[in-house]
């Protein structure tokens, strides 16, 4: 959580003050869409909302209304718990986009960003006004966008589609420019009955949507194409037989800022008939075209824009996760974890807990398994740092309570640690600033909610947003997918790093990239020759930990293993520089370790001043500084396994393992 002093808190507030004069001085410019002929435009229609005013100069009333939402915007920014290396991927991404887009907000919002984070005044491009950045694609960069699918619009209130209308134009002035498709599901309609419906939610998101300045959102209602002959397959993950008729009937608005307004429903190409099409075929065939992977004879395959994020927005939520009651789960790494989710989605503990996050009619099993196989096929074909957000109208529109929680006896049960003034965070800001979930993938449980006699207690307050990636596939040796490590018995055969199943030229560059200094490897194999549990790599070794069976000091080999006291023991716990506060390597490496190597604990020791001891103790059981020495010992052992005999072999091999670098720095 970034710190707001009263000195950044006074500069945030004076900067939105100027940003507010200098708009109010501004002429109110309305913003033109190329003309298209007219044997294009026949199969569109758009109608742009929001981008001309009746007067040159706002209202006093209009001018409070603006600096409220500014203030509110800041405070967003200001509570994205940002780190000084999220703001540089921040700025690296969108600060040209955002700078040529959004003029008016970046005065102020690089200003906050440079008088709050930690050693970001280092930073070139903190700095007020528009910003000069080097492009990464052509002097005609192409915009990044959000795909973003609204689930039962007609559902929501005015203050829910108000909410989440005012998140996505702060996306917009934060760099990301929504493309919304609407999936308005009527049970038992008639065809004309459908058109009614989805007519009044485009239009009641328009207008929603004009609430929050110009330019407004467009309605591309035709763009959407379905032909006889089905098009080539450009993933073996997905297929639709819809595709985008015209281009540039999306790509033209999205130039200068609007946000779309997508039906979803398609012309049929021979007919020129408007008929229903399911929403994930619709922002499947999106993804591919501005991807430029549709292939056709009569569309360019260049990529038109950058594909960032898919959100979701469904009454239901996230992927409801068992260990969480009436939450989410934090983060997927499909890669990894798709399967098995799917197939637990469908036990009927799953069902119980998505009815009770949601609390209202539908079949939730059907929509998460729609919507993480929507995830998992669009991720496919999106760059790897794309990724998705699922989550309630309630969360994306920020609000204080759930309604579906209102009724419920424990909605006002605090949440461990919780501040009752602290504003919710919103998880779709949060994560377009930071590429992370407000809560880490590897955080206890109890670290987020809390416990009555072990049992967990439901909370209004428990989000139910999921963040998935594409992820990284985890490779675990010994493999534990039968059982967790076990502590070897003399004599028998074990693993060695210098194994061929183990790449240890890469394992070695992990670790001396991760740490800052260089291994003795002559040195470190030797000393785990006799004594390695396993190894851990996620991905291309991007991430990895080796984890040893230590003996207390004094101790045989023979001894320790009929005694019960080897030791589960974190040898070494490395990412590399260039995956560290993005993608969740870390959180993959870690919930490995502790969900299929060490269920039942494990011990590691830390320098007292490591930077990275907050991260560690908010993962582990207990903490303990070892007096006369410079460690910190931590472990993640239940309470009820915990002795002074366990601490105490705990503290003895973390105070004699030698370490093993070429330097002769102090020791990690």
């Known amino acids: 959580m970034l710190t707001r002093s009263n000195g950044a808190w006074k500069k945030a507030t004076s900067a939105v003050q100027v940003s507010i004069c200098r708009d109010q001085k501004r002429p109110n410019h309305t913003t033109r869409t190329p003309v298209t002929p007219v044997s294009q435009r026949r199969h569109f229609s758009s109608a742009e909302n929001g981008t001309k005013t009746s007067r040159n100069h706002p209202s006093s009333a209009e001018a409070k209304q603006k600096r409220e939402s500014d203030r509110e915007f800041l405070i967003s920014v200001l509570e994205s718990s940002a780190t000084k290396r999220d703001a540089k991927a921040y700025l690296q991404t969108y600060g040209s986009s955002q700078a040529k887009a959004t003029p ?37 960069e192409v915009p990044r966008v959000a795909i973003v699918k609204l689930r039962e619009p007609q559902t929501w209130d005015d203050s829910l589609l108000n909410g989440v209308a005012k998140t996505l134009t702060r996306l917009r002035d934060l760099g990301l420019r ?26 009641r998101l328009q207008k929603a949507i004009r609430k929050h300045g110009a330019p407004g959102a467009e309605l591309i209602d035709g763009g959407i194409w379905k032909r006889r002959t089905p098009l080539p397959r450009a993933s073996s993950l997905g297929h639709t037989d819809l595709s985008v008729g015209f281009g540039e009937a999306f790509t033209a608005p999205l130039r200068h800022g609007h946000i779309l307004v997508v039906p979803s429903r398609a012309v049929v190409e021979e007919t020129m008939e408007h008929i229903a099409a399911d929403a994930n075929d619709v922002i499947f065939a999106l993804a591919k075209y501005f991807s430029g992977l549709q292939i056709n004879s009569d569309q360019s395959q260049t990529r038109s824009a950058v594909v960032d994020r898919v959100i979701i927005i469904d009454p239901f939520g996230g992927i409801p996760a068992s260990n969480l009651c009436d939450g989410a789960r934090v983060f997927i790494n499909l890669e990894e974890q798709f399967n098995n989710i799917k197939t637990t989605l469908n036990t009927p503990e799953h069902q119980e807990i998505s009815n009770t996050i949601a609390g209202i009619s539908g079949d939730p099993k059907a929509s998460h398994i729609k919507n993480l196989e929507l995830v998992k096929n669009v991720l496919a074909i999106l760059p790897s740092t794309a990724s998705a957000v699922i989550t309630s109208p309630v969360e994306a529109a920020n609000l204080q309570s759930n309604p579906a929680y209102q009724n419920r006896k424990d909605a006002e049960e605090p949440v461990a640690g919780e501040v009752k003034t602290r504003r919710w965070q919103n998880p779709i800001i949060h994560n377009l600033l930071t590429d992370r979930p407000i809560y880490s993938a590897s955080l206890p449980i109890g670290r987020i909610k809390s416990t009555t006699n072990g049992t967990y207690q439901r909370n209004s307050r428990m989000p139910t947003t999921t963040l998935a990636k594409k992820g990284l596939p985890v490779t675990i040796f010994p493999d534990t997918r039968a059982n967790s490590w076990q502590p070897p018995k003399p004599g028998t055969p074990r693993l060695k790093l210098t194994d061929t199943c183990i790449d240890l030229p890469r394992l070695i560059h992990l670790i001396n990239d991760s740490f800052g200094r260089e291994l003795d490897a002559e040195h470190y194999l030797n000393r785990v020759q006799d004594s390695l549990a396993g190894i851990i790599i996620a991905g291309e070794y991007e991430g990895g930990a080796i984890l040893t069976w230590e003996r207390p000091f004094g101790l045989d080999e023979e001894t320790a293993y009929n005694s019960g006291r080897l030791v589960p023991y974190l040898d070494k716990f490395a990412v590399l520089k260039k995956s560290q506060g993005a993608g969740g390597v870390a959180d993959i490496v870690f919930n490995a370790m502790v969900r299929d190597c060490f269920p039942n604990g494990v011990c590691w020791r830390s320098r007292k001043n490591n930077p990275v001891n907050k991260w560690y103790f908010e993962r582990s059981r207990g903490v303990r500084k070892l007096p006369d020495s410079n460690w910190a010992m931590f472990w993640t052992t239940p309470e009820a396994a915990v002795s002074e005999r366990v601490m105490g072999d705990y503290e003895d091999v973390c105070r004699n393992v030698v370490p093993s670098w070429a330097d002769a720095k102090a020791a990690d």
């Open 178 to 203: 929504s493309v919304i498709v609407l999936e308005c599901e009527t049970e038992k309609s008639t065809v004309l009955d459908w058109k009614d419906v989805v007519s009044q939610q485009t239009d």
């Open 104 to 140: 008016k907000k970046s005065p102020a919002f690089t200003t906050v960003v440079s008088d709050t984070i930690p050693g970001a005044k280092e930073v070139p491009l903190f700095v007020q006004g528009p910003v000069q950045v080097e492009s990464r694609e052509t002097d005609e």
